[in-house]
């Protein structure tokens, strides 16, 4: 698909359908966990309540018309169900479909992610990670040879 048109927009509930197909992808696939239907439902509207209520963000990636991809970020408080460094940015999920990567998208959408938490005041930014290091230190971030206490992946910094 030729990348005529790309567009970062904030998530609204028209998404919702989409929202889960990829979600469902992002886990059956990338993470190699088989989430039910019924599961990937309940975890996507818990996402779009957060997000409505302003502590996470979810944006949607759409190449000429069509959605590919999202991204979730928040600034760290206690209000969020996750919040390891207070104050910090946190990069919380990014999916981009299959056949749309290597493509600078995600590079895209990590870069408007970032300016989305630099300008709520955010003077670091953090994300865990298992399978895609050399992806995130493209990005500019390192490793920190710190494991996360709630999903025990490494922390990458910025």
Same mark, same amino acid.
């Given at each position: 698909? %030729?990348?005529?048109?790309?567009?970062?927009? $904030?998530?609204?509930?028209?998404?919702?359908?989409? +929202? !889960?197909?990829? &979600?469902?992808?992002? &886990?059956?696939?990338? +993470?190699?966990?088989? #989430?039910?239907?019924?599961?990937?439902?309940?975890?996507?509207?818990? #996402?779009?309540?957060?997000?409505?209520?302003?502590?996470?963000? =979810?944006?949607?990636?759409?190449?000429?018309?069509?959605?590919?991809? +999202? #991204?979730?970020?928040?600034?760290?408080?206690?209000?969020?169900? /996750?919040? @390891?460094?207070?104050? /910090?940015? +946190? !990069?919380? @999920?990014?999916?981009?479909?299959?056949?749309?990567?290597?493509?600078? *998208?995600?590079?895209? *959408?990590?870069?408007?992610? %970032?300016?989305?938490?630099?300008?709520?005041?955010?003077?670091?930014?953090?994300?865990?990670?298992?399978?895609?290091? %050399? &992806? /995130?230190?493209?990005?500019?971030?390192? @490793?920190?040879?710190? =494991?996360?206490? #709630?999903?025990?992946? $490494?922390?990458? %910094?910025?």
């Amino acid at each position: 698909m %030729e990348l005529k048109k790309v567009e970062i927009r $904030p998530y609204s509930d028209i998404d919702m359908a989409n +929202f !889960i197909r990829m &979600f469902c992808s992002y &886990f059956r696939t990338d +993470f190699k966990y088989d #989430i039910s239907d019924k599961k990937s439902e309940e975890l996507c509207n818990k #996402i779009a309540d957060s997000v409505m209520t302003g502590v996470t963000a =979810l944006d949607m990636l759409a190449v000429n018309g069509e959605l590919v991809g +999202f #991204i979730s970020y928040q600034v760290d408080s206690q209000k969020s169900d /996750w919040c @390891e460094r207070e104050g /910090w940015g +946190f !990069i919380r @999920e990014m999916y981009i479909s299959h056949n749309m990567r290597r493509k600078g *998208l995600g590079s895209i *959408l990590v870069d408007h992610a %970032e300016m989305m938490l630099y300008d709520k005041g955010t003077k670091h930014i953090y994300l865990t990670s298992d399978e895609a290091g %050399e &992806f /995130w230190r493209s990005c500019g971030y390192t @490793e920190t040879k710190s =494991l996360s206490t #709630i999903n025990h992946d $490494p922390i990458y %910094e910025k």
